[in-house]
C-alpha cells in the first residue's frame, strides 16, 4: 500500500513537471535561431547548449560571438517582443574573473530573426584549461511576458610548450633634434608557454645609431599572473651628432629555449636636424655688433660747455646739460627794457603837459 502511494507521488510530480516545462515552452518565445563562434580566422558554426567550440584558442587570441535571436511568435499572434538584450560571459578565464559584454537594446516582430556580435580578447595570461560561456538573453512581449532564455558552450585554451611575448617595446622621446643624449628605451616580455625558460638572450641593435645593447634574463617562470613569468627594463643611449635626419629601426631579439626558438620586435626612431645651432650662433654675432654700435654713438664728449649771460661766466655745465642760446630780441632783457621805455615816455609826457598848462597861467 505504501508503495502504492509512493509511485502515485512520483508520478503526480512528474506530471506537474512535464505540465510546468510545457507552460514555460508555451509561453517563451524567445529563442537562439543560429550561434557561431569564431577563434582567430576559424569559424566553429550552429553551435548547441552544451557543445565545445572546435577551435582551441590560445593566449592574446580574438574571440568572436555571433548570436542569432528569434520571435517565435506567429503572425497570428502579433506579439512583439522588446527590450531585448544579449549578454555572453567567459568565466574565470581573467584570472578568476568574468569576460563579459552585452548588446545594446533591441525588438524583434513576430518570426523574425536579427544576429548580433560580441567581441572578446583571450587574456595573455591565462591558465590552460577548459571554460564555459554562458549566453544568455532575456526581453518581454507587448503582453508584459517575460521572454528569456540562455546556453552554455564550452571554450578550450591551448597554450604552447615554449612561448615569448614581447609586451612592449618603445623609445621616449620617439623623435630627436638638437638633444640626442639619454633616450630611453622601454622593452617588456612575457613568459606564456607552459614551460619555465632558465635563459633568455635579449639584442638591440642600429648600426647606423651605434646601439648594440645585449642583455641576459634567467629563470622567467611559465606561471600565468605571475611576477616571476614577467620581466622589464629600460636601456639608455645616446645618438652621435654625426647620425644624418631620418627614421631609424631599432630591432628587438629575443632568443629562448636555448636560442632555438626567436620572436623580435621594431621600433621607430626619427632623427631630426637640429635648426636652432646656426641660427643662434647668426643671432650671437648679430647682437654683438648691434651692442658694439650703440657704445661708439653713446660715447660721452669731454668738451667742457660754459654757459653765459651777457658777459658773466656762469661756469662749466655738465657733459649732459643741453644749451639753448636764444636771440636778444626773444630774450627777457629785451622785453623789460622796452616796458622801461614805456614808462619813462609816460612821465616825460606828463611833465610836458604841466608845464604847459603852467606856462599859460
Same mark, same amino acid.
Given at each position: ?20 516545462? $510545457? ?6 518565445? !524567445? ?17 548547441? &547548449? ?53 548588446? /545594446?537594446?533591441?525588438?524583434? /516582430?513576430?518570426? /523574425? ?68 643624449? &639619454?633616450?630611453? !628605451? ?34 622567467? !617562470? ?6 616571476? $613569468? ?132
Amino acid at each position: 500500500m505504501v508503495k502504492i502511494k509512493a509511485r502515485i507521488l512520483l508520478i503526480s510530480v512528474l506530471v506537474m513537471l512535464f505540465l510546468m516545462s $510545457s507552460a514555460y515552452a508555451a509561453t517563451n518565445r !524567445l529563442s537562439f535561431d543560429d550561434v557561431d563562434a569564431k577563434v582567430g580566422s576559424r569559424t566553429s558554426s550552429n553551435l548547441k &547548449n552544451g557543445g565545445t567550440i572546435r577551435e582551441e584558442a590560445k593566449p592574446g587570441d580574438s574571440l568572436e560571438f555571433r548570436i542569432t535571436m528569434k520571435n517565435n511568435y506567429t503572425s497570428a499572434d502579433n506579439l512583439r517582443i522588446e527590450d531585448i538584450t544579449v549578454k555572453t560571459t567567459v568565466e574565470g578565464i581573467d584570472d578568476g574573473d568574468d569576460l563579459e559584454e552585452e548588446s /545594446s537594446t533591441f525588438s524583434l /516582430s513576430s518570426g /523574425s530573426t536579427k544576429r548580433i556580435t560580441l567581441k572578446f580578447k583571450v587574456p595573455l595570461e591565462v591558465d590552460e584549461s577548459t571554460y564555459d560561456v554562458l549566453i544568455e538573453a532575456d526581453g518581454s512581449d507587448r503582453n508584459g511576458t517575460s521572454q528569456d532564455t540562455q546556453m552554455t558552450i564550452r571554450l578550450d585554451i591551448n597554450k604552447q610548450t615554449h612561448d615569448i611575448k614581447i609586451t612592449k617595446l618603445d623609445a621616449v622621446p620617439s623623435e630627436v633634434a638638437c638633444s640626442r643624449k &639619454n633616450i630611453k !628605451l622601454n622593452v617588456g616580455i612575457l613568459n606564456i608557454g607552459t614551460e619555465d625558460e632558465e635563459t633568455v638572450n635579449l639584442g638591440m641593435s642600429n648600426s647606423d645609431l651605434g646601439i648594440d645593447i645585449k642583455d641576459k634574463v634567467t629563470d622567467l !617562470l611559465a606561471e600565468a599572473n605571475s611576477v616571476e $613569468s614577467r620581466y622589464s627594463k629600460t636601456y639608455t643611449f645616446s645618438v652621435p651628432n654625426s647620425v644624418e635626419a631620418g627614421t631609424y629601426p631599432i630591432d628587438l631579439s629575443v632568443l629562448y629555449n636555448d636560442d632555438r626558438k626567436k620572436t623580435g620586435g621594431t621600433v621607430q626612431l626619427t632623427v631630426s636636424d637640429c635648426p636652432t645651432a646656426t641660427t643662434e650662433t647668426t643671432g650671437a654675432q648679430n647682437t654683438q655688433t648691434t651692442t658694439q654700435t650703440t657704445q661708439t654713438t653713446a660715447t660721452p664728449t669731454t668738451t667742457t660747455t660754459t654757459q653765459t649771460t651777457g658777459n658773466v661766466v656762469l661756469g662749466p655745465l655738465p657733459p649732459d646739460t643741453t644749451v639753448t642760446r636764444e636771440s636778444f630780441f626773444k630774450s627777457n632783457a629785451f622785453v623789460i627794457g622796452i616796458i622801461i621805455a614805456e614808462i619813462i615816455a609816460v612821465i616825460v609826457g606828463i611833465i610836458l603837459i604841466v608845464a604847459l598848462f603852467a606856462r599859460r597861467d
